[in-house]
């Protein structure tokens, strides 16, 4: 903000509003800070002391409330912004920093331009009842209230005090509602992507199984094949001759059966029958080595 210590920005005269006022000596742009209201600092108990002799119809002081400990009397050793006026529809605020009270534009204000700011004087239940017309305002704006005084604060009525609790009620109904709507989409939402998620896990599972299971086929014959192709042939007639040899020996063993079991079941028919049946100049025990040699496989050894 700009300072206004080296330039004198208003005058002091003769006002229309009231008494003496400040006015503009030349153009002053808006945020300039024009003057600061200075004076004795004193408490309050000191201001009500020192006017308390004054008639309750004489409103001519130049206190100014800085907070709840300090008042600033510019009737003793103030300056002239104490001469600046009120007004309803002001060109000027107060503005309080650190304790300290300066006047600044609000707006631009013309060279001649009366310079006045809104006093924002409180009400007190003590005040008497004609306390607008003591501290009336004669502002002349569009906008002037009548009176220097804030307005009287609006009583509300039951009626209006029950309204507004109706409404309040409504709009914490609403409010509940509409979080209650939210949470219920929020838990389908959840609710709806679960099984989602199952069902895609269960499907994965199974594809991986299926995989697994045609790679492992897949394996599997290509094992088979390496090997069938990798046996020589030289094994594979090893093998044929060992079959071969297999049959014919199973061939030999079923003979031997036989003839075990006929000479379990009748042993003297069997030796007669033997005996019938061996050659001239053999005996019976020779031709029986001989076929038992013979169906072994081995050569017959002769007998001592």
């Not at 002799?53 to 002239?80: M, P, W, Y």
């Not at 707006?107 to 331009?113: A, H, L, N, S, V």
């Not at 209230?145 to 709009?171: H, N, V």
């Not at 079959?243 to 003979?255: D, F, I, L, T």
Request: charged share 35%.
């Amino acid at each position: 903000m700009k300072s206004s210590d080296a330039l004198p920005l208003y005058r002091v005269r003769r006002s229309k509003i009231h008494g003496t006022g400040a006015f503009a000596a030349c153009d002053i742009r808006k945020g300039t800070r024009i003057t600061e209201y200075v004076g004795d600092r004193i408490s309050h108990a000191e201001a009500d002391r020192r006017y308390a002799d004054k008639a309750d119809d004489d409103n001519h002081t130049f206190l100014f409330t800085v907070d709840n400990r300090v008042v600033i009397d510019g009737g003793i050793g103030g300056n002239e912004a104490k001469y600046i006026n009120h007004s309803c529809d002001p060109n000027c605020e107060t503005v309080i920093d650190e304790r300290r009270v300066f006047i600044e534009a609000i707006r631009d204000i013309r060279k001649g331009d009366e310079l006045g700011y809104d006093y924002l004087i409180e009400r007190d239940d003590s005040d008497p009842p004609n306390v607008d017309v003591i501290w009336a305002c004669r502002c002349g704006s569009p906008k002037c209230r009548g009176t220097m005084l804030l307005p009287r604060k609006a009583k509300r009525t039951r009626k209006a005090k029950q309204a507004g609790k109706k409404a309040a009620g409504k709009g914490a109904q609403q409010a509940s509602k509409k979080a209650a709507k939210k949470v219920a989409k929020k838990t389908k939402q959840k609710a709806l992507r679960k099984p989602v998620k199952k069902v895609a896990k269960k499907a994965s599972k199974k594809a991986s199984k299926k995989a697994s299971k045609k790679v492992a086929k897949k394996a599997a014959k290509k094992v088979a094949k390496t090997t069938t192709r990798q046996t020589p042939p030289a094994r594979v007639k090893v093998a044929a001759k060992r079959k071969r040899a297999s049959s014919a020996g199973s061939v030999g063993r079923s003979s031997v059966s036989t003839t075990r079991k006929a000479t379990g079941r009748d042993g003297v028919a069997a030796k007669a029958a033997v005996n019938k049946v061996s050659r001239p100049g053999t005996s019976s025990k020779d031709t029986s080595a001989r076929r038992s040699g013979r169906t072994v496989g081995g050569s017959a050894r002769p007998s001592r």
